[in-house]
Nanobody, 121 residues
Framework: QVQLVESGGGLVQAGGSLRLSCAAPGLTFSSYVMGWFRQAPGKEREFVVAISWSGGRTYYVDSVKGRFTISRDNAKTMVYLQMNNLKPEDTAIYYC??????????????WGQGTQVTVSS
């Protein structure tokens, strides 16, 4: 059974950094595009970033460009999201997801349970 497990969330002050990780045991990892999404309280889930199968291509939502960096390690079946210069509006539950299409902002087959990121002002 495929499981995606996020970790690394927490509470940070504005301007700070966090690194999220997503483990994907049981997934044929290199066959999947990996993405990160987030859902803030009272809002719909939104796409944040995707990375292609080999990691050679990435696609970011405008609001995080220059601040967030996605990477993947196919040997370890891990995907990461380095988040710098965090802002209070980045506060959300962050989810990793696995899909087949790049770039896709919605078409993903597997989802993690999420990790909370809270940015204080």
């Amino acid at each position: 059974q495929v499981q995606l497990v996020e970790s690394g969330g927490g509470l940070v002050q504005a301007g700070g950094s966090l690194r999220l990780s997503c483990a994907a045991p049981g997934l044929t990892f290199s066959s999947y595009v990996m993405g990160w999404f987030r859902q803030a309280p009272g809002k719909e889930r939104e796409f944040v970033v995707a990375i292609s199968w080999s990691g050679g291509r990435t696609y970011y939502v405008d609001s995080v460009k220059g601040r967030f960096t996605i990477s993947r390690d196919n040997a370890k079946t891990m995907v990461y999201l380095q988040m710098n210069n965090l802002k209070p509006e980045d506060t959300a539950i962050y989810y990793c997801a696995a899909g087949r299409t790049f770039p896709s902002t919605s078409d993903y087959d597997y989802w993690g349970q999420g990790t909370q990121v809270t940015v204080s002002s």
